[in-house]
């Protein structure tokens, strides 16, 4: 005998698509655009500029708006569509800590640091300056004394979620995860000199701060090094995009190409630069 489901089961395979076409289905019926280049991300426009962005992590739910009329008449909606349970302001998400006060919003990791920190045996490590010493070129060293994989690949994962609210953590975390594959000792002393220098900036973060006429303008930088990985001698890009006093986006990588100078470097990492303007129109 065979059973039909009505309605998709928690724990199921297809569980996770069918709410997430659910969800999708009631923000389309609400007048929410889905935005083409992260399919969580949901925006509303009003009349006279109002606007109600949605952003969906599973079954939770974060929403700004500049509108308050909007945002209530959303999650009366909601209410009525779904068991929900309004938390308030945000404070804490995906290992993510949000402070907000007349000032602006403030973002940090200073709990997830400290968990890395405890996790890895560096809670009393001695502070340095820079996650990376000045100069530095890693390189693959086939004739070094392997480190244990496991544990370097833990490292690494777990600081790369850390450039979520770290853009000065971006080049080094890049720079010691091309060596995952084969990590020596030399790597290893890399991943924990990034510990130590997140030791003594644990509490660092952005800051967003509050514009009273709302005019907040959007600047991006890039640059790069020339064949700055000596094993292949491809080169490294790095942007960054500033919205008002807080950044919002960047990245740190090699690039996929070996060029021949400085400046065709430079051209790569400005190109990449120019389809992430266009995406934010």
């Not at 426009?45 to 509108?67: A, R």
């Not at 800590?97 to 007349?102: A, D, I, L, P």
């Not at 990791?109 to 968990?115: I, L, R, T, V």
Request: net charge positive; glycine share 8%; aromatic share 12%.
């Amino acid at each position: 005998m065979v059973y039909k489901l009505k309605k998709a089961l928690y724990g199921l395979r297809q569980a996770p698509r069918a709410w997430y076409n659910k969800i999708e289905s009631y923000f389309c019926l609400e007048k929410f655009e889905k935005c083409s280049y992260e399919h969580t991300l949901f925006v509303k426009q009003g009349v006279y500029s109002k606007i109600l962005i949605v952003s969906l992590y599973v079954d939770d739910l974060i929403y700004t708006e500049n509108d308050s009329q909007m945002m209530e008449a959303f999650k009366e909606s909601m209410k009525k569509k779904f068991a929900m349970t309004d938390l308030g302001k945000m404070k804490y998400f995906l290992g993510i800590e949000v402070s907000q006060s007349n000032e602006g919003i403030f973002i940090c990791q200073q709990k997830y640091a400290a968990d890395i920190l405890s996790r890895f045996g560096m809670d009393n490590c001695n502070k340095v300056c820079s996650p990376i010493v000045p100069g530095c070129r890693l390189v693959k060293n086939e004739n070094g004394k392997a480190s244990n994989a496991r544990l370097y690949k833990q490292m690494v994962g777990c600081l790369m979620y850390m450039l979520a609210t770290r853009p000065d953590l971006a080049y080094s975390v890049c720079l010691i995860a091309r060596f995952m594959e084969r990590s020596t000792e030399m790597h290893v002393a890399a991943v924990k000199r990034i510990l130590r220098y997140l030791k003594g900036t644990i509490g660092c973060g952005i800051m967003y701060r509050s514009v009273s006429d709302g005019n907040m303008q959007l600047i991006g930088w890039s640059d790069s090094d020339y064949a700055g990985d000596v094993d292949d001698m491809k080169s490294t890009s790095g942007f960054v995009f500033m919205l008002g006093t807080g950044a919002i986006s960047w990245s740190s990588q090699k690039q996929p190409i070996m060029t021949l100078s400085t400046t065709e470097a430079g051209y790569v990492a400005s190109t990449s630069l120019r389809v992430l303007v266009n995406v934010f129109g």
